[in-house]
Structures are given as structure tokens and as C-alpha cells.
């Protein structure tokens, strides 16, 4: 049975079930939607980062919970923030 890898990004709940983002390459290729419950329970936050394996029918084979990326995608995030939201000197600051 063939299968498929994807980064999957926890991008919001509604009620008791999880929008799971699904990229490949950089890109977001498709959406997945489970019970909040399915989802390792480190992973039960917004911008979670998943290792997912879908089976050629599009079921879940597996899931797991990446930490390591997770905390990076938030630093990179945080930095973009910071660097943002300094506003550049005015020409008589100068």
C-alpha cells in the first residue's frame, strides 16, 4: 500500500475537532480534519508541528508530535515579529 509524508500544522479547533494544514515542499497541499482527541497529546496546541503518514485512500496511517520543529518554527516567528515591529529612524534621527 502506498503512502504519503506530510508536515501537518495544527491551525485552529472548532468544538472538539483539530484543522490540520498539510504541507509538502514549503507548500500547503491539503487539510485534514480529526477529533482534537487523536492528536498526541503535545500536539493538542495551535502551530503544532506533526510528522503524518497518510495511506493512499487518505487515512491517517501515522502521527507524531515534533518538538524540535515546533520550537523552531516559533522562534523564526518570534524573530520576524521583533524585527517587524521595530520601526525604522526617522531622516532627523539620523
Known amino acids: 500500500m ?5 508536515i501537518g500544522v ?3 479547533f472548532e468544538d472538539d475537532l483539530a484543522v490540520v494544514l ?3 515542499d514549503g ?6 480534519v480529526i477529533d482534537r482527541d487523536a492528536l498526541p497529546d503535545a500536539a ?3 502551530d503544532a ?15 507524531s508530535y515534533d518538538a524540535e520543529t515546533t520550537t523552531e518554527r516559533k ?3 518570534q524573530s520576524r515579529f521583533d524585527r ?7 531622516d532627523d534621527d539620523a
Open 10 to 12: 495544527v491551525d485552529r
Open 44 to 46: 493538542n496546541h495551535v
Open 75 to 77: 522562534e523564526r516567528a
Open 49 to 63: 508541528v506533526l510528522q503524518i503518514t497518510r495511506g493512499d485512500d487518505g487515512s491517517v496511517r501515522e502521527m
Open 22 to 24: 498539510l504541507e509538502q
Open 84 to 90: 517587524l515591529s521595530k520601526r525604522p529612524p526617522k
Open 2 to 6: 502506498a503512502t504519503e509524508q506530510f
Open 27 to 32: 507548500e500547503v497541499v491539503d487539510e485534514l
